[in-house]
């Protein structure tokens, strides 16, 4: 069996912030320094290393970052309050809430409470919406990262059948929803899908995002279909069952070092893209 093709995530970020780097450059020169504001509500260790590291990032980048934590029986109210501030606040052009919030907040309501046009994570109603039409500024971040691998190593879309495992809101759909937009033929499948491997096997695009680790076997790979791991599950453990399906697979991700880097990469271009539109 031929060995397939590894979809290296860090080759990927790289090329995005070589490309970055040099924008941040041309926006300080006109006195912008793009800022990125992440919200921590509560105390989750792996929420609070996901957002470290996306405040590492931003500065490697040159991208300012502030931290806005906030206690773990902060109310919905309280919430919304500081978004509207930074809503309001000229100087920040994104903010990311991490999810999840404490069970007490409304996250939807908080998530809308975003201003569009500093949604650079894609987590509102109406970016949501704007990317189902195709026209979103800032899609939800590891989708716009499985789409800028499938393109950074020209991997066809349309007229492919992709097959989605996951419809979450930041995940599942919204990539769906962007294969379908560059004319593939989507498949979303769910927890409730009947014969779920069955479909698999047709797929010749295959994007996992379930949440479990080693979910999609080996044997429900077509040969030849490309093969993107969404899943980041305890251990560094991916979706899907990474030897068993690179067999059959023509290209993978791995995990880690895939979707992961990409989709933080993302998050910094969508800021920078921000900041540049704030300033012209
Ligand atoms: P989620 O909100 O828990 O959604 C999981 C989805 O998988 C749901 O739609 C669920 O179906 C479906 N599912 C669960 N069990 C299933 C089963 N037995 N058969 C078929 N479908 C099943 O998770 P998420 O936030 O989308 O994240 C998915 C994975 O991606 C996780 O591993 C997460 O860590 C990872 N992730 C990675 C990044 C990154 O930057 N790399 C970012 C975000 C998420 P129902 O809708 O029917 O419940």
Same mark, same amino acid.
């Given at each position: 069996?031929?060995?397939?093709?590894?979809?290296?995530?860090?080759?990927?970020?790289?090329?995005?912030?070589?490309?970055?780097?040099?924008?941040?450059? +041309? /926006? #300080?020169?006109?006195?912008?320094?793009?800022? /990125?504001? +992440?919200?921590?509500?509560?105390?989750?260790?792996?929420?609070?290393?996901?957002?470290?590291?996306?405040?590492?990032?931003?500065?490697?980048?040159?991208?300012?970052?502030?931290?806005?934590?906030?206690?773990?029986? +902060? +109310?919905?109210?309280?919430?919304?309050?500081?978004?509207?501030?930074?809503?309001?606040?000229?100087?920040?052009?994104?903010?990311?809430?991490?999810?999840?919030?404490?069970? %007490?907040?409304?996250?939807?309501?908080?998530?809308?409470?975003?201003?569009?046009?500093?949604?650079?994570?894609?987590?509102?109603?109406?970016?949501?919406?704007?990317?189902?039409?195709?026209?979103?500024?800032?899609?939800?971040?590891?989708?716009?990262?499985?789409?800028?691998?499938?393109?950074?190593?020209?991997?066809?879309?349309?007229? #492919?059948?992709?097959?989605?495992?996951?419809?979450?809101?930041?995940?599942?759909?919204?990539?769906? %929803?962007?294969?379908?937009?560059?004319?593939?033929?989507?498949?979303?499948?769910?927890?409730?899908?009947?014969?779920?491997?069955?479909?698999?096997? %047709?797929?010749?695009?295959?994007?996992?995002?379930?949440?479990?680790?080693?979910?999609?076997?080996?044997?429900?790979?077509?040969?030849?279909?490309?093969?993107?791991?969404?899943?980041?599950? #305890?251990?560094?453990?991916?979706?899907?069952?990474?030897?068993?399906?690179?067999?059959?697979?023509?290209?993978?991700?791995?995990?880690?070092?895939?979707?992961?880097?990409?989709?933080?990469?993302? /998050?910094?271009?969508?800021?920078?893209?921000?900041?540049?539109?704030?300033?012209?």
């Amino acid at each position: 069996m031929k060995e397939p093709m590894i979809l290296d995530g860090q080759e990927v970020s790289k090329s995005i912030k070589e490309q970055l780097a040099l924008q941040v450059e +041309t /926006l #300080k020169e006109k006195g912008v320094t793009p800022c /990125l504001a +992440t919200i921590l509500v509560g105390e989750d260790p792996a929420s609070a290393t996901y957002v470290r590291m996306k405040g590492n990032a931003c500065r490697r980048l040159g991208i300012e970052s502030k931290k806005i934590e906030l206690p773990i029986d +902060t +109310t919905t109210e309280q919430l919304l309050k500081t978004i509207r501030e930074l809503n309001e606040d000229k100087a920040i052009h994104g903010i990311l809430l991490q999810h999840p919030v404490p069970e %007490q907040i409304d996250e939807r309501a908080a998530f809308d409470e975003i201003a569009i046009e500093k949604d650079v994570d894609g987590v509102t109603t109406l970016g949501f919406a704007q990317n189902a039409f195709g026209f979103a500024n800032y899609p939800s971040c590891t989708p716009a990262a499985i789409m800028a691998i499938l393109d950074h190593y020209d991997l066809p879309i349309e007229g #492919k059948h992709a097959v989605v495992v996951g419809r979450s809101p930041i995940l599942g759909k919204p990539v769906s %929803q962007m294969l379908l937009n560059r004319n593939a033929t989507v498949t979303t499948c769910h927890s409730r899908t009947s014969n779920l491997s069955e479909h698999v096997k %047709q797929a010749d695009i295959v994007v996992a995002a379930v949440g479990k680790p080693e979910f999609i076997q080996g044997d429900w790979i077509k040969a030849g279909a490309v093969v993107l791991d969404a899943g980041y599950n #305890k251990g560094n453990i991916g979706d899907c069952e990474y030897n068993g399906c690179a067999e059959r697979a023509s290209a993978i991700t791995p995990v880690p070092g895939g979707v992961g880097p990409v989709t933080i990469s993302m /998050l910094l271009k969508h800021t920078v893209e921000s900041a540049e539109r704030s300033a012209q």
